[in-house]
Structures are given as structure tokens and as C-alpha cells.
């Protein structure tokens, strides 16, 4: 009867091949797994980051639930800077959604919707102290009107210095409650006039409310934009649609510095590896 040292030598020859296959599988399998980023180091379509789009309405000192404190807005603003946060367009947004283009390293994109004066009054000083640009969705025929929303000089004054100031529709209709003459007159009366008092030519809308379906955004396409904000909570990855973009809204609440904190940390978890936008 042949003892296990002679079975062992007997396969010896046969062990060592399984054991270099299974070696050899392994090796395979885990090359698999890991990205080709020494083979394709160019390729900028599998640039899967997850960009945060921050989104506010006042910077001001009223209690409510649309205000941010400007104390507590320099602290965020802070808190993006100390953490290598670099301030985009929307131009540079939606290049990289469409292309793949680059972005600068902790890209974000601060956005304010209506056009309040306290846009310009607070929330402008503390981005130039940190060297942040913003977009600034206005309802253009508030402009000039009413006291408590910026003039077309402090518009203009922010566009020359950086700012990009983009439509929120003529007279901040709910879409969704308006009739798709009434819809298109908002989209185009809106773009009109930001070319008339900005000389600009604005591709971008934020639905008021932001409230939206496919059919507004073909509508908002059709009248010559070229992308759409939205007020979805989610980061933008390149699989998200241009005419229904994610963003994180910020309101005064009774922590607003915590769920500052909260909201745009928890979006690099939800986004990690490019999630699949539905
Ligand atoms: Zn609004």
C-alpha cells in the first residue's frame, strides 16, 4: 500500500500545475477588476466623478426657510475652500457632462435661483473673499422692479466679475401648471431680455420650483437652451441628463451648518464609481 509520501511524490508534478493554474486565474481575475488606467490614460469618458451643484436662494438674515444666514454661508463657503474646492461655470458643467471635458480638482458649481439683491449685497463679498464664482438663475422680470430683487447693473456687475447669470423664466410660473404657450413665452421672453440687458446669449434655465417633466424639457430645449436645473437631491455624474440636472438644495434650518455638512458628504458616497442615473 502506497504511503502518503509516495501518493505526494507520485502527483507531485500534477500539484504543481493545479496550484500554478489556480495562481494563474487569479492573477486574471483581479486585472479584471482594476481600471486600465495605465492603458488608457487619456480616455476622459471614464471620468465617472459625481459633481456637486450646490443650490441657495437668500443669504439674509430673515427666518426663513430660503435664507441662509451669511454667517453661517461664510462658513460653508469656508468649509469648501479649506477643502480644495474650485468654483465652475455651467459652460464647464455641461462640457463635462456632454464630452467628458476637464474639471479642475473638487469641482463645484454654487447656484442661487430668483435673483434676490441679497445675492449681490451678501453672498457676492464672501465668494470674492474665497475666490469663488457662482450662477445666479434670476426671474427676469423681477429685475429693476422690485426692491428686494438685484438690478440688471449688479447683474452685469457679477457677469464682468466671473458670475454667470442664467434664466429662471420670465415671471417664475409653475410649469407644470402652465399651458405650453404660456411655458414658451416664460423660456423665450426670459432669454430675450437677459440678451437685451446682459448682451448674452444664456443657455441655461433652472425650472422654477423645480418642477419639470420630459415634455418641458423639450419645450426649454426647443426654445434654444441648452441645459436645465433642476432642484433633484444627487450629484451630476456623466450620466445624468442635461435637462433635468441634479442639485443640492441648502435652506435654513434649525442646524443649517450640520445639514450643510450632511448634504454634500453624503453625495460622494451615493455617486462613488459613477452611479447610474435612472
Ligand atoms: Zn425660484
Redesign the pocket.
Known amino acids: 500500500m502506497a504511503t502518503l509520501k509516495e501518493i505526494a511524490r507520485k502527483y507531485k508534478i500534477y500539484i504543481i500545475i493545479a496550484g500554478l493554474l489556480i495562481l494563474l486565474v487569479a492573477i486574471i481575475s483581479m486585472g479584471k477588476g482594476k481600471k486600465p488606467e495605465a492603458v488608457q490614460p487619456a480616455d476622459s469618458s471614464s471620468d465617472c466623478r459625481a459633481v456637486m451643484v450646490i443650490n441657495y436662494?437668500k443669504v439674509d438674515t430673515v427666518f426663513h426657510s430660503l435664507s441662509v444666514r451669511p454667517e453661517d454661508f461664510e462658513k460653508h463657503m469656508q468649509w469648501l475652500k479649506k477643502h480644495g474646492y474650485n468654483s465652475i461655470t455651467p459652460d464647464q458643467l455641461y462640457d463635462f457632462v456632454t464630452t467628458g471635458a476637464g474639471l479642475p480638482d473638487n469641482p463645484v458649481l454654487i447656484t442661487f435661483?430668483?435673483g434676490y439683491a441679497d445675492n449681490y449685497n451678501n453672498a457676492y463679498p464672501i465668494m470674492q473673499k474665497y475666490g469663488f464664482v457662482g450662477t445666479i438663475f434670476v426671474?427676469t422680470s423681477y429685475l429693476d422692479k422690485y426692491p428686494n430683487y438685484m438690478t440688471w447693473e449688479q447683474a452685469k456687475e457679477l457677469e464682468a466679475n466671473g458670475f454667470s447669470i442664467e434664466s429662471?423664466t420670465a415671471t417664475?410660473k409653475s410649469m407644470t401648471e402652465a399651458s405650453d404657450a404660456q411655458i414658451v413665452e416664460e423660456l423665450t421672453k426670459s432669454k430675450e431680455t437677459l440678451k437685451e440687458k446682459l448682451g448674452k446669449d444664456s443657455k441655461f434655465v433652472?425650472y422654477?420650483?423645480g418642477t419639470y417633466n420630459l415634455h418641458i424639457a423639450q419645450l426649454a430645449k426647443d426654445a434654444g437652451y441648452k441645459a436645465a436645473f433642476t432642484i433633484k437631491y444627487d450629484a451630476v455624474n456623466r450620466n445624468s441628463n442635461v435637462f433635468a440636472l441634479e442639485r443640492v438644495p441648502i435652506f435654513h434650518t434649525e442646524d443649517t451648518n450640520k445639514d450643510f455638512l450632511e448634504r454634500i458628504q453624503y453625495l460622494p458616497l451615493m455617486n462613488k464609481d459613477g452611479w447610474v442615473k435612472k
Open positions: 436662494h435661483d430668483d426671474v429662471h417664475h433652472a422654477p420650483t
